[in-house]
């Protein structure tokens, strides 16, 4: 089955700085690669996807990129707030079968004022 | 967005008793339907897919007796943890997804169990 992993479990940036979360997956069926955003006790929230079909992908402080070739996939959030403070998880979706979406183990960002 | 509704976002249940948790597509049918489990400060863990009108498929290592899935409808998947015990307390949380691939996810259940 697919294995995401993720890195580093812990990051603290200074607000204004840049944070980057690094993935790679191991099954290259996998076509959908999602990154949540989630805070202490509640539900994850998407905060940008990519395609296999794209290389990268910009959404305002968010920015993700995949490298397909390598299977690795990196969320980049330039100019932190301390808003951003969070749990973060990426994540890949299977492209057959009823597509499971494995999670890689989480990386929680602290924004430091 | 679509919107997944789970409830009870919170129940407490002695040891011995089973708890049904359940999990909706508000605004669309979802024919299939994830359930997940997250122990503190871990990752999201599959424990199986909620398929409409057929059996669930449970993940590896996952109790199909213990966790009961039952999708009746194209709107509505249940997970019943059977005769729960504490070590089965844990934050449950499913999710559904649009035929585009985003998965949306209900609010989360935490389920303690005395």
């Known amino acids: 089955g697919e294995n995401v992993e993720q890195h580093p479990s812990t990051l603290s940036v200074q607000e204004g700085d840049s944070a980057v979360i690094k993935c790679t997956y191991s099954?290259?069926?996998?076509?959908?690669f999602p990154w949540y955003k989630q805070e202490l006790g509640k539900r994850p929230q998407l905060i940008i996807d990519?395609?296999?079909?794209?290389g990268e992908k910009k959404d305002q402080r968010i920015a993700v990129t995949l490298n397909k070739t390598a299977k690795h996939f990196s969320l980049h959030i330039t100019e932190t707030q301390p808003e951003d403070s969070a749990v973060y998880f990426c994540a890949a979706r299977h492209s057959g079968g009823y597509q499971k979406v494995t999670f890689g183990t989480g990386t929680k960002l602290q924004v430091i004022p | 967005g679509a919107v997944v509704s789970q409830h009870p976002s919170r129940v407490i249940c002695k040891s011995g008793t089973s708890v049904k948790i359940e999990c909706r597509s508000l605004?669309?049918?979802?024919?299939?339907m994830f359930w997940y489990r997250q122990f503190p400060k871990k990752s999201l863990m599959l424990m199986a897919t909620s398929n409409e009108g057929s059996k669930a498929t449970y993940e590896q290592g996952v109790e199909k007796d213990k966790f009961l899935i039952n999708h009746a409808s194209l709107t509505l998947s249940t997970l019943t943890v059977t005769s729960a015990h504490p070590e089965d307390s844990s934050f449950y949380i499913c999710?559904?997804?649009?035929?585009?691939?985003?998965?949306?996810f209900g609010e989360g259940s935490r389920l303690t169990v005395l």
């Open positions: 605004d669309f049918q979802a024919t299939t």
């Open positions: 990519i395609r296999s079909n794209v």
């Open positions: 099954d290259s069926a996998s076509n959908y």
């Open positions: 999710s559904a997804s649009l035929a585009a691939g985003e998965l949306f």
